[in-house]
């Protein structure tokens, strides 16, 4: 091929890269040398595909950025390198100066997001307008611009390469432009200068405007199914079946592909769960996504250590296991809370270990160090790095800038050894024999194209901003035809419906055959290990727990462990009162209360408990006048009696034996008190009640208690989920139990 820029057009799956590939080996294989630019993520898909021709020397597989590095490295004009975070750091610098403090990392990035575009279009500060948003921008950007001074950031590289000398040495005899999606007019504007002395193909699915294709390439036919699936869980076990059996070898049963044929595109949030299950489906599944330093097993230490609202998982991470188990099952967070707990727990210590540990000295770069070191992170410099330029923007309180840029700056991408799991962004320009689409239903897939913050569509209309691409340019279907096009068979799967209802499909799908099981839990019987419920042990049991047990067995039965928590209106207090009588006088606040009531509390029996046939009444308090007798319901402070007779019936039934004389003492009349702690005792009614007199709530008890005393004869106390597990203590164990 002559030097000259050869624009090479096709839709996804036309075979650019095919094409591409050819004339490279053909230079390769007259010993010339060929520069492949793409993008960074691509690099191991197109060496394999070189790999799969044989050896060669003279490839090189370059990024535009490198590219662009090389060029001037070539010229002498290199300076020293401001990266991703650094950008950032001084945009909030520049920030900070022009607005004062408080500046927040996220609105620092949206300006350096801002930047960037325009300074990869080319334009200058200048080139924006005084007034609004974009007037901001514009003092943001020429006040980052001076703080930079002599730094280079990735898009001054892009320009910089515009004017520098070309003295490529050695000089490549192809230079290959593939995977992209589309090339900014810097970038074009420099192929055109390079294309004079090399030969250049510019692979694209759209061309930029005035650039005339040299060859177009027409959709090859793919082998595409989709497929059906109930919901996102169906969808995802089928999906794991069928990896595996693509990955099974022939001679049991499987289609024998490699790893590196196979590839996976799912929504970013749905791989973390896919690769949950990689180990029960003993697939070699790789995560796709773009990963920060805060991602690495480091980084997730010093993110613990950082955490603005501490829990007990990062307590965990970084070593303090006795406070982080207790919190993380008390799902409790935050500093105040921690400190509340450790005190409870008599884990002071290990508190104001974690406290020293993530609290900054008056140096804090000395600090960093330190907790690096006592954290195990051998490669400190990355982080600290990181910290310097959160200093540097970050005033006085650095740690929320340190953490951001550990969030925000992604990695270079890693070698893949297994089946990629992609996220849609990261499947352009790269395909495999076989690929399976998740998810493939309206709305999932998409560019998200929306209006800028800044710089609106009719901006991008007027003077030097046209040179700006719109925002608005309903790419999406052409996205989709590229998702839908990652390998040679394809595979669409969608579910049906999710939590949120009814999902609408890209397009409709057939229902796929059930496929073998793939793990070792799915061919297993499918009969789950379920304990089997509790029994009724023996005892009588009271008179409320066969209330209550009518609404739940289970409960009743976890009551026995916890009666604390199961006590609905527990009487705190009065077992202290009936523990210490007298003894009670002497404090400050209970003493004068008791004098006030000595009426009531001469001869008071607290918590009696009076056998009967079948179960036991425990009463709060009783106390004998003659033939008369009073009930009390003594109740915690401030609380209300509950006298309903669907929610209390042990005073009834109390009642109901003193009235009709089951006892040997006559009784003629019974007062029914109930009486809050520290409180007045409030009578039921005015007049007491009489031997004789009907009482209405055991109308509603007796078929009741009859029903609960069949059901505590027959033993089982399984559970019966229902509207009153709103108010269930325990958490849904009986669910978990079950699973
Ligand atoms: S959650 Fe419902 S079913 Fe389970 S134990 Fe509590 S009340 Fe019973």
Redesign the pocket.
Known sequence: MKPGLYPLLGPPASGKTRLALAHALEVLRGRGRVWWVGLPHQRPYVLELFGREGAFLGLEYLSFQALYYRVLAEAGRLGPLLPGAGRVALVGEALRGLYGPGVAPGEARLFARAIAELKRFGLSPFALPKDGEAGRLRRVYLAYERLKRGSLDYDDFRRYAQRAPLRLFPKPHLVVVDGLREVGPLDLAFLRRLAREVPVLLALEVLPPGLEPWETLSPRPLKREVLRLANPVEEARHLLRALKRALAPKDLGGEGLAPEEVLVVAPEERIGGLLLLKEEYGLPLEDGRERALADTEDGEKVLALLSPFPTGRDLLALGFSALGRRALRLGLAGEEALKALAQREGLQAEWEAFSTLRTPGPDPLAWAEEALERLGVSAKEPFLSRLRLALRVGGGAPLAWWRSFLLDEALPPGVGRGVPVLPPLRATGVRARRAYVLDWVAGRYTLGEGEDYFLLEELRERGLLARLPRRLRGLDPLFWEEVATRGEEVYLLYPEAGPSGLYPPMEAGKRPDPLPPASRLEALPHAPFRPPWPRAGGGLPSVEALRRLL??P??VY?ERFFPREAEEDGALGWDALAREGNGLLDHPEVGPWLERHQAHLEGMRFFVVWERQGYRLCLDGVRREGKAVHLYRLLSAGAAPEWDARKRWTEWKAMEELLEGRFTSKVEEVHLWAWPWLGEPVPYRKCPFRRGERLGPLEVIRPRLEEALALWREGVLS???GG??HA?T?Q?V??KEGE
Do not use: I, V
């Open positions: 609404e739940c289970f409960r976890l559970s019966r989920p009153h597990c269930c325990f849904d009986c669910r």
